[in-house]
């Protein structure tokens, strides 16, 4: 088997279709689609049952005994997996017909490095779909040591790469967290010995704002710290490996880039400035504490992660707070 394809679904019947469609109808043939349930409540079982019908030697179907989320689904697929490289596709997204026979044969010309990867394009609707893209070349391969820079521009997502089994045999997605691909694709990323980056078109990434993860950054929930988790598991596994120290310039950009993006999602929850000021300053009091104080590092290169405007925001607010602790500090040791 060439590709292993791992599907984690929960509740995207509406989508699902498109999804598996984009899937059967790989160019590259030699292709399995493991498709894991997460105890769906609406018809994606059943909609996955009538395509494990008609593409038995196709699709495998596995689903959890209880909702455990997409880390853990993802674990289901990759310990199931019989590939010589794997990749992973989100349910409610769609890939392009030639994307895994592009994406293999790079790997076949650079004499199978650890991870390919391939472009996202962003998508509300279905216009991509069915359609084949000229593949544009073989890919541009680096070693991440002697690259490390090269990392910071892949994207943080799992589901635009394919992996080389062996190389991933061990790895785990983090179980019960948010962006827990933030975690794979990076320790990934920054073990690597090989890494292809190609430029065809890929993988329709579907971006709906008040549905599923991007709904997230509009309204409050109680996973924003899990990012912490998140990226000390980044830490933790290019230890193991013992290359932390010659990247940890890189990593600590990657960790500060991620604690920013959640305080910029954190602006835009609906509670009130209070509140937003509050959980900001506790973000910044962790950060600091745990890497480095983000103000020090290069301001051009973080406001090209959220904006001027946003990261003066968050600044003000860390600033604004900091002051008021001064004044406090001063008052009770003139009393």
Same mark, same amino acid.
């Given at each position: 088997?060439?590709?292993? #394809? @791992? #599907?984690? @679904?929960?509740?995207?019947?509406e989508y699902l279709a498109n999804c598996l469609n984009s899937l059967v109808n790989q160019s590259l043939s030699d292709i399995e689609i493991i498709a894991v349930d997460d105890c769906s409540t609406d018809n994606s079982f059943k909609v996955l049952k009538e395509y494990e019908t008609k593409y038995p030697n196709k699709i495998r179907i596995f689903r959890n005994e209880k909702n455990c989320g997409v880390g853990y689904s993802r674990n289901v697929g990759l310990k199931n997996a019989k590939g010589t490289y794997i990749g992973f596709v989100d349910s409610d997204d769609y890939i392009s017909k030639n994307m895994y026979e592009d994406m293999y044969n790079a790997a076949l010309i650079n004499n199978y490095p650890d991870i390919v990867t391939t472009r996202i394009v962003f998508t509300n609707n279905d216009e991509y779909l069915n359609m084949k893209f000229q593949h544009m070349y073989n890919g541009y391969a680096y070693n991440p040591i002697e690259k490390p820079f090269k990392v910071l521009e892949e994207s943080p997502t799992v589901c635009n790469k394919i992996y080389l089994?062996?190389? @991933?045999?061990k790895s785990q997605f983090l179980v019960g967290k948010r962006w827990e691909d933030v975690h794979f694709s990076y320790a990934s990323l920054f073990n690597a010995s090989k890494v292809v980056d190609t430029s065809s078109t890929g993988y329709f990434y579907r971006k709906i704002d008040n549905r599923g993860m991007h709904s997230l950054g509009y309204k409050p929930h109680n996973h924003l710290y899990d990012i912490f988790d998140i990226?000390?598991?980044i830490t933790t596994d290019t230890k193991k490996t013992g290359r932390y120290e010659k990247l940890q310039k890189e990593i600590l950009l990657v960790q500060i880039k991620y604690i920013l993006i959640r305080m910029y999602e954190v602006l835009n929850w609906k509670i009130s400035e209070e509140e937003k000021e509050k959980i900001i300053w506790q973000m910044h009091k962790i950060t600091k504490e745990k890497y480095i104080d983000w103000r020090t590092l290069n301001y051009e290169y973080l406001s090209s992660i959220i904006g001027i405007l946003d990261l003066e925001k968050i600044e003000n607010i860390i600033n604004k707070k900091e002051k008021l602790l001064s004044e406090n500090n001063t008052l009770n040791r003139g009393n």
């Open positions: 088997m060439k590709v292993s #394809v @791992i #599907v984690p @679904i929960y509740n995207e019947g089994h062996s190389f @991933i045999r990226l000390d598991a």
